[in-house]
């Protein structure tokens, strides 16, 4: 009876420690930020579009023609006119689809302006071929007994050959200060989209892997474009970012400020971490606790400096490095 109950015991007290072992370090937190634009305090300011670099150039030519389109309907700063930005690109020699920044803040003074934005597009397109099995109702004939013959309808199967087109576009969008050459932001978007293609006719002998190909259905090449064209543009708009970031569950006395977090209360949240990080100044888990509720209310500035801080401290954390990067 007593080997029986020690057997017990230990057996609790192991899956109590493998519990207590196993229990996440970290706790996930979702919020919703406002973003300012991409110019952040530059409004008002003359901005230049030099289009995208890329070694499509019809494509980065179609990208840049809706991505202006799309600038034209801004009122937070000046667009210098494309047409001014085209004479100045004639009076010199490049490379088109590839302009340096030394031609882009040099174009930029031709024109007059104080911000130049030059992007980068890069696109792979994909074919990958397959064929659906479907039925059709066919009329067939059987004798019925005798001299007579019935009709008959019957699911038949066949295969309908097909082709999936998928388009992948990567942007880049860069903003550089024309009086300085420095570049003040980056903005990177990727977006995919694909394209069911039915055939007339299966094809011989096709490929069992995604085939990269040089064009796609321009249906489906439009599609992703505009859309590209958007999500960029979206970028000179205050707008609402939803974000995921992970904090420490495991601080030595963060249990309120933990709690205050998983209930949105960042006020709380916030006088609680400040206060931690007072008393424990060297601990890396609480200045990334204390980034991450600066970056839900808003403060930018004071976030980046509590990221700095607890890298400073933990270089090598991985989850401090993934929170730090502040990206979407």
Same mark, same amino acid.
């Not at 210098?80 to 690109?89: M, T």
């Not at 597009?121 to 064929?131: K, S």
């Not at 002998?205 to 999500?231: M, Q, S, W």
């Given at each position: 009876?007593?080997?029986?109950?020690?057997?017990?015991?230990?057996?609790?007290?192991?899956?109590? &420690?493998?519990?207590?072992?196993?229990?996440?370090?970290?706790?996930?937190?979702?919020?919703?930020?406002?973003?300012?634009?991409?110019?952040? *305090?530059?409004?008002?300011?003359?901005?230049?579009?030099?289009?995208?670099?890329? #070694?499509?150039? #019809?494509?980065?030519?179609?990208?840049?023609?809706?991505?202006?389109?799309?600038?034209?309907?801004?009122?937070?700063?000046?667009?210098?006119? !494309?047409?001014?930005?085209?004479?100045?690109?004639?009076? +010199?020699?490049?490379?088109?689809?590839?302009? =340096?920044?030394?031609?882009?803040? *040099?174009?930029?003074?031709?024109?007059?302006?104080?911000?130049?934005?030059?992007?980068?597009?890069?696109?792979?397109?994909?074919?990958?071929?397959?064929?659906?099995?479907?039925?059709?109702?066919?009329?067939?004939?059987?004798?019925? &007994?005798?001299?007579?013959?019935?009709? +008959?309808?019957?699911?038949?199967?066949?295969?309908? !050959?097909?082709?999936?087109?998928?388009?992948?576009?990567?942007?880049?969008?860069?903003?550089?200060?024309?009086?300085?050459?420095?570049?003040?932001?980056?903005?990177?978007?990727?977006?995919?989209?694909?394209?069911?293609?039915?055939?007339?006719?299966?094809?011989?002998?096709?490929?069992?892997?995604?085939?990269?190909?040089?064009?796609?259905?321009?249906?489906?090449?439009?599609?992703?474009?505009?859309?590209?064209?958007?999500?960029?543009?979206?970028?000179?708009?205050?707008?609402?970012?939803?974000?995921?970031?992970?904090?420490?569950?495991?601080?030595?006395?963060?249990?309120?400020?933990?709690?205050?977090?998983?209930?949105?209360?960042?006020?709380?949240?916030?006088?609680?971490?400040?206060?931690?990080?007072?008393?424990?100044?060297?601990?890396?888990?609480?200045?990334?606790?204390?980034?991450?509720?600066?970056?839900?209310? &808003?403060?930018?500035? =004071?976030?980046? =400096?509590?990221?700095?801080?607890?890298?400073?401290?933990?270089?090598?954390?991985?989850?401090?490095?993934?929170? =730090?990067?502040?990206?979407?």
């Amino acid at each position: 009876m007593f080997i029986r109950r020690l057997y017990f015991l230990t057996c609790f007290t192991l899956l109590a &420690g493998f519990a207590f072992g196993c229990a996440p370090a970290v706790q996930p937190v979702a919020f919703s930020v406002t973003r300012p634009p991409l110019l952040g *305090s530059m409004e008002k300011s003359r901005v230049a579009c030099l289009g995208f670099n890329g #070694a499509d150039l #019809a494509l980065a030519g179609q990208l840049n023609a809706f991505f202006m389109r799309r600038l034209n309907t801004n009122t937070t700063f000046v667009l210098v006119e !494309p047409l001014r930005v085209a004479q100045a690109f004639a009076g +010199r020699a490049y490379r088109p689809g590839d302009i =340096s920044d030394t031609q882009a803040v *040099s174009i930029g003074r031709d024109v007059g302006a104080q911000i130049v934005m030059i992007g980068r597009l890069e696109a792979r397109f994909t074919e990958t071929y397959g064929e659906e099995k479907k039925y059709r109702m066919e009329e067939s004939f059987r004798p019925s &007994g005798g001299a007579t013959m019935q009709i +008959r309808l019957d699911n038949v199967p066949y295969y309908e !050959p097909y082709i999936d087109q998928r388009a992948a576009l990567f942007g880049i969008l860069r903003v550089l200060d024309v009086e300085t050459g420095e570049e003040r932001r980056r903005e990177s978007v990727r977006i995919a989209d694909t394209l069911h293609v039915v055939l007339t006719k299966p094809i011989e002998n096709p490929p069992k892997e995604p085939v990269v190909v040089e064009r796609i259905t321009p249906a489906l090449a439009d599609r992703v474009v505009v859309r590209l064209a958007d999500l960029l543009a979206d970028r000179f708009s205050w707008r609402s970012v939803a974000l995921s970031r992970q904090i420490y569950r495991n601080v030595q006395g963060g249990e309120a400020g933990l709690a205050a977090v998983l209930r949105a209360d960042w006020a709380q949240a916030r006088e609680i971490w400040e206060s931690m990080v007072r008393e424990a100044p060297q601990n890396a888990k609480a200045w990334n606790n204390l980034a991450v509720v600066y970056e839900a209310i &808003g403060e930018s500035e =004071s976030a980046l =400096s509590a990221y700095e801080k607890a890298l400073s401290l933990a270089p090598l954390d991985k989850r401090i490095l993934a929170n =730090s990067r502040q990206e979407e």
